[in-house]
């Protein structure tokens, strides 16, 4: 695993400098500057905007989608139609390990007795696997997303796996995504349409009502707020890497 040697001080700089260029961002990962850089995106409800961004700069750039084989077929095809449509060559998918699924999730309802234990095995050890490649990610987290997202820098550590994550797009709000999904012309996810603000699983994923948080449909009635593919702060959020 490539592990990136940048100094934490030059990551907050970096962070100060690039706080509302999200492209200068981009372009200075996609140079190489923290060794191999890939793109992770959901497909989900605004991720069009990164996406498009990160095309103009450089299409051969790795986009990684994590396939938790529980995804919404509106996703699915989503996934399909923006990466052509965008024009990147180098796309990967990255899913479950199959034995690893027969084993402890063989119906297929792990989500509902242990969330936590299923992102792990549907979303964070494919993720783990898909990176291992590379020492740093691009993720589209914004910081109004969620309380635990209000603190989000523009380059950041994940402490566990040493990889560097860059999020251009910290500082957007919901107004900032419009506008620049209408100024683009940019297909929307589907279920956008249908009160999906934040779109995950299928099962762990429901619409939004008129005046709640757009996370409100995820894992609704349960505590859990993150997949557990990122980390706040210092608490490790990640599972174990394989
Ligand atoms: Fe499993 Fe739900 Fe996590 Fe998807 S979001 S991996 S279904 S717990």
Known sequence: MPRDLTHQNDLDSLSTRFEFDPAGAILYASEGRLG????????????????????QINRSMPVILIDTLLLFPE??????????????TDVRRTEPDR?????????????????????????????????APFASW????????????????????DPLTGLTKINPLAHFSPADLNTYMDRHDLPRHPLVAHGYPSI?????????RPGEHIRAGRWR??????CGIHFVETTQMRGARR
């Open 75 to 88: 996703t699915v095809a989503y996934h399909k139609e923006l990466v052509a449509w965008l024009g990147f």
């Open 200 to 208: 995950g699983c299928m099962p762990c994923t429901s619409a939004v």
């Open 36 to 55: 191999p850089t890939a793109l992770v995106s959901s497909f989900g409800a605004d991720s069009a905007v990164l996406l498009h961004m990160a095309a």
């Open 138 to 157: 691009i993720s589209g987290r914004k910081r109004y997303q969620s309380s635990s997202r209000t603190r989000l820098q523009v380059f950041e550590r």
């Open 99 to 131: 034995v690893e699924l027969f084993l402890s999730d063989p119906d297929g309802r792990l989500h509902d007795s242990n969330p936590d234990a299923c992102c792990s095995l549907r979303k964070s050890q494919p993720l783990n696997r898909a990176l």
């Open 221 to 226: 009635g349960q505590p859990k707020t993150e």
